[in-house]
């Protein structure tokens, strides 16, 4: 083979000409169609939210409260949003009390629940909502007076919304 001036230039411009479009067909197949929907939307509510404690619980068995938890996701996208969760837990939410050292868990829906282990897929069609509602129930005398913030998972996406509450002891 008889050797010109120009062939390692072909050869480097063929070579970068092949890396460009396997990056560039590399780039189109990485971004999967599911993540197109747009940005969703994470909402909390709590009802009845802040929660005012019994002074005194009389004696016997002390009165139970409870807080219910609705968590919302909303696709206010065009399309529809398509996610995956590696099981069939497809949310969580944490009740978290915020001590002087630090925010400690005090209550966590998923806790001692068994789910399957299968890759779930969850669609919320375009312009609607995903919505799950959960509720503590605790007892008044289990818990501490002070701030709580309520963190809630989709974990399809791994966003979190959060809230927060009092529980205050009545004077």
Partial sequence: MTRTPHTPRVLYSTAATVALALLASFACWAAPAQNAAGPL?????????????PAAPSAGTPPAQQQAITFT?????DTDYEGNSPSCQ???VEILWRAPGGEQSVWKWSQG?????????????AGLTWQQTVTWNFNAAAVKPGE??????????EA?????FDLRASR
Wanted: hydrophobic share 45%.
């Fill in 41 to 53: 939307t994470y909402r909390l509510a709590l009802k009845p939210g802040d929660i005012t404690l």
């Fill in 73 to 77: 996701v909303i696709n206010s996208s």
């Fill in 113 to 125: 629940q068994a789910f399957c282990q299968s890759v779930t897929q969850v669609v919320i069609p």
């Fill in 90 to 92: 497809t949310f969580d």
């Fill in 160 to 164: 979190e919304a959060s809230a927060e």
């Fill in 148 to 157: 709580y913030r309520v963190a809630a998972t989709f974990i399809p996406s």
